[in-house]
């Protein structure tokens, strides 16, 4: 029996690339899964209008599902909003539905834009080990909500040729956050996501990431995976829908890093 330790304190993580397709939704959905399976309270908050978070977790998200455009716009509390994961006890979903699609432009004349979803988590009654925030593939104020509510920013990395351009775009808008909203903001976790072994472009592209963010880079690397891939349309996480599978136990391995790291780090980064 693996022993996942629990974080002394809750760990708020916006998962974020303003890169679409380089498996944000996946690595939050099979994060979120492995931890809440090994005993931890796990709460995803799905910030993509695409609701792609909600789906993989199987999570109801047709139009008028009370979601995160509520608690946005409205200040509807997220236990309202929140839903209980089918058959993951521990784990619970804030569904994002096509209402978000708005958001980004009718957030502008909100009150506190940047810090609704912030004011929202601070607020919920009960305590998550674990909040992790599946990003849109933009940098606009939904993103910003992300990078003011959260205390860590994970960025999963796909390993192919154009992997660190664009980068730089996100480090910025983490640096603007980090100086004028939420100044402990820490880039905690870099993942790299489907490496395929036989190209030597994914080991060179490796290295790179290594190099440039050193041992923020978990040790554990995603495989590009077919199960990982096949999972959301049976509405499940590959940790469930195949556990033996490669996609799910490297997944495992990076929970388990991304634990242990809270852990030393004194629990929130
Ligand atoms: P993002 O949220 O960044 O847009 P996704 O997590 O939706 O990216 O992933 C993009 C696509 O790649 C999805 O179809 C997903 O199923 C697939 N995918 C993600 N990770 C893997 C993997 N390790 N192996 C195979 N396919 C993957
Ligand atoms: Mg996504």
């Not at 939704?25 to 209008?49: F, K, M, Q």
Request: with cysteine.
């Amino acid at each position: 029996e693996i022993i996942m330790p629990r974080p002394d304190h809750p760990r708020v993580l916006c998962v974020a690339n303003q890169k679409g397709g380089v498996g944000k939704t996946t690595t939050t959905v099979n994060l979120a899964v492995a931890l809440a399976l090994h005993g931890n309270r796990v709460l995803v908050v799905d910030l993509d209008p695409q609701g792609n978070a909600s789906t993989g977790l199987n999570v109801p998200h047709h139009a008028g599902v009370p979601d995160v455009y509520d608690c946005l716009i409205d200040n509807t509390p997220l236990s309202d909003i929140a839903q209980p994961v089918e058959g993951i006890p521990n784990l619970f979903c804030v569904p994002a539905t096509i209402d978000l699609a708005g958001a980004e432009i009718e957030l502008v004349s909100v009150v506190a834009r940047e810090s609704r979803l912030a004011r929202a988590i601070a607020a919920h009654p009960e305590k998550f080990d674990y909040v992790f925030i599946d990003c849109p593939p933009s940098l606009g104020l939904l993103t910003v909500n992300a990078l003011c509510a959260a205390q860590e920013v994970l960025i999963p990395i796909q390993c192919e040729y154009y992997a660190l351009e664009g980068l730089n775009q996100l480090i910025n808008n983490i640096n603007l956050v980090r100086q004028h909203l939420n100044p402990t903001l820490d880039v905690s976790t870099i993942l790299l996501t489907m490496y395929d072994r036989r190209t030597r472009l994914a080991d060179a592209v490796e290295q790179d990431v290594r190099n440039h963010f050193g041992g923020k880079v978990l040790q554990a690397v995603i495989p590009r995976n077919v199960r990982v891939s096949e999972a959301p349309s049976y509405g499940q996480s590959v940790m469930t829908y195949d556990p033996g599978s490669r996609g799910a136990t490297s997944y495992f391995e990076a929970a388990l890093e991304i634990a242990l790291r809270g852990v030393d780090n004194g629990g929130a980064a």
